[in-house]
């Protein structure tokens, strides 16, 4: 996701997913190009949300909204267990 903001002085830009700030910092995240561009390594369907790039100085502050949706498959996983009675 790119937050495409210019301004002088040059903005602080920060990004938020559904209001918790991101981190570039693991779950294969990146932030490049000076906090512009918000790279996901692989998405997970725990990354789908409401992203905001905000751009901030001492003018002003501006936002961007993205929406991520992660189409995926839910899978689940069953173990039969067998039980034996011995009578007598």
Same mark, same amino acid.
């Given at each position: 996701m790119t937050c495409d903001v210019s301004g002088a002085p040059p903005p602080a830009i920060t990004w938020t997913? =559904?209001?918790?700030?991101? /981190? !570039? !910092? %693991?779950?294969?995240? /990146?932030?490049t190009k000076g906090g512009r561009v918000l790279q &996901?390594? /692989?998405?997970?369907?725990? =990354?789908?949300g409401v992203y905001e790039c905000s751009a901030e100085n001492?003018? %002003?502050v501006d936002r961007r909204l993205f929406r991520l949706s992660v189409l995926g498959r839910y +899978? +689940? /996983? +069953?173990t039969n267990y067998s039980q034996t009675a &011995?009578? %007598?």
């Open positions: 997913q =559904d209001g918790v700030r991101v /981190s !570039a !910092a %693991g779950r294969g995240r /990146s932030l &996901l390594g /692989s998405a997970r369907l725990e =990354d789908a001492v003018v %002003g +899978t +689940t /996983s +069953t &011995l009578s %007598g």
